[in-house]
């Protein structure tokens, strides 16, 4: 029998580390979270406000079950190993297990590893710790926070709009998708103009006249400038430069996020997942194994095995030329665990050699991640580029060529990053300084206003303002769409008429903690509570005093939005009926609910198709619960006949089944008969 039991999140992760282990240990998993604040106490939050906040738990649905398996195996156990996720949230996942399970200090060992390799697992069990209760009080106390500010905010939302919810990261974050569209709508249009000079090899446009700056605002100021220009130019100058293009830092958690948004069209829930995916481990050919490392991370940093591992791969595969330097991020603030960059598990594991065991996007995510390891330790690319300075009665013209001379860190991302060549002639063999043009035109142009959030620009916009951390971007995305707060246009959130409501509403009383600023300090303090260097429940009881007032006077004079009406009554009890959100969208209902419950149901046109060969019911046009069309028997549940195309009332010369009809051609429903 194992005398060590490992426990893990994932069931995935457990089958992969299970198989680096020996006989000794058996690994099962918790399956996620197993506890959570119980709904109980003042407004249901969980905590005893009195007793410095103290937090109650209770096995979250369906999670009793596990504890109890969990903890029968802990009696045959010798010693219990928590191996949860790497971060935060991951050490809270650990205490709660300790904590239910009712382990001791001298009973269990935390393992922390960042890849779920054969190697990285073994030295992980050589250095285990026990349980960082700073973390903890961190994690912990984001999620106090989350459920005062969701529970209370949300009740509030609801008794006074038609919105459902609102929170502490989810709010600010649909606040800068309203302003931005607030922009849009107050932005004014100017218009202005562009001359260009057209040549043979190239095109020079106009910047500058007298060597200053020079802004065209309207046709007439454009065929002034025209009417003093002829197609002689004189080159002014010619200025060359070699200049180096540096590849960027290996992916965190929101670059990530961002690029496979942009560059695999992929949204953050769907890279996430995959990436998780790649993270617990795939099955290839003579191994289990993780294919990259943790993907929630704010750190760029990369070891030194694996730095000194690339730079031998980079040599042996591309030659010294190809060399770089491990880049330093400066300018990171607030990582919240010393962990590594999202990167490959091995630089010899390249794409093509695992893209027999991946699925589609999972070769394309694993791809995109690997090249971005590999290119951040590569050389400079290189590029000559060339600036031109044409004359013109005083009239400047400029022309701007870029030639790649060192392809360097491209060779491997060239694919990930757009690269323009445009060549100029060698000014500098023409016999004399002078250069005709072959036509000089104007054209108009209208500044455009700031561009609507797409999903990675939102991720980085609250990346750079420290708003949320890499475990809730994708949620944060996820629960302004579902709950209606915004429209996806374009792959662009538009802010709706609910989700502009909810943030004016929350402004006005709340504008002091639904802010950028406010919420990015709090996550500064969560940080320090984390370096043990600011007390949990202090932090909760400065910020709970100041909301409770915010709210009190919010719950008193706020303004209750009345439903629109119809403009007809009731036919059960005569009140006016209303329009209302519900979760599949707008219904007309009675105004005098709970005490009427009706509601208005439309009317549908039925579309009859031709008899039921089965019954003496019809067939008739009906639609699934996404809308899609399909052909069934109007006397359901009795009749289930049914078709996904259109039946066409006639038999099957073959079978005597029903013949349909799809993209004008006829075939049989039941055999392969077709015309």
Known sequence: MPKKLVIVESPSKSKTIEKFLGKDYKVLSSKGHVRDLAIKGKFGFGVDIEDNFKPSYTAIKGKKKVIDELKKEVKNVDKVYLATDPDREGEAISWHLYDALGLKDDQYERIVFNEITKGAIEEAFKNPRKINEDLVNSQETRRILDRIIGFRLSKLMQSKTEGKSAGRVQSVALKLIVDREREIEAFNADEYWTITANFKEFNAELF???????????????????????????????????????????????????????????????????????????????????????MRTDSTRLSSEFIGSTFKYIEAKYGKDYLGAVKVNKKAENVQDAHEAIRPTSINRDPLSVKPYLSNDEYKLYRMIYYRALASLMADAKTNNTTVILDNNNYQFKANGQVLIFDGYLKVYGDYEETTEKTLPPFEDYKTNVIVSNEIIKEQHFTKPPARYTEARLIKEMEELGIGRPSTYTKTMDTIKTRGYVSVVEKRFVPTTIGIEITDKLQEYFSHIINVLYTANMETNLDKIADGELVWYKLLENFYNEFEVALKEAFENMEKKEPEKTGEMCPNCDHPLVIRNGRYGEFVACSNFPECKYIKTEEKEITEICDCPNCDGKIVEKKTRKGKIFYGCNNYPKCKTAFWDKPLGKECPECKSMLTEKNNKTKCSACDYNE
Do not use: C, W
């Open 208 to 294: 500058n006249y007298n060597n200053k700056k020079i802004e065209i605002k309207n046709e007439i100021e454009a065929n002034d400038i025209l009417s003093k220009l002829s197609n002689t130019f004189t080159i002014a100058n010619v200025d060359k430069k070699t200049k180096r293009k540096k590849s960027r830092m290996p992916f965190i958690t929101s670059t990530l996020q961002q690029e496979a948004s942009s560059k695999l069209g992929m949204s953050a829930k769907k890279s996430m997942s995959i990436a998780q995916k790649l993270y617990e481990g795939i099955e290839l050919e003579h191994e289990t194994v993780g294919l990259i490392t943790y």
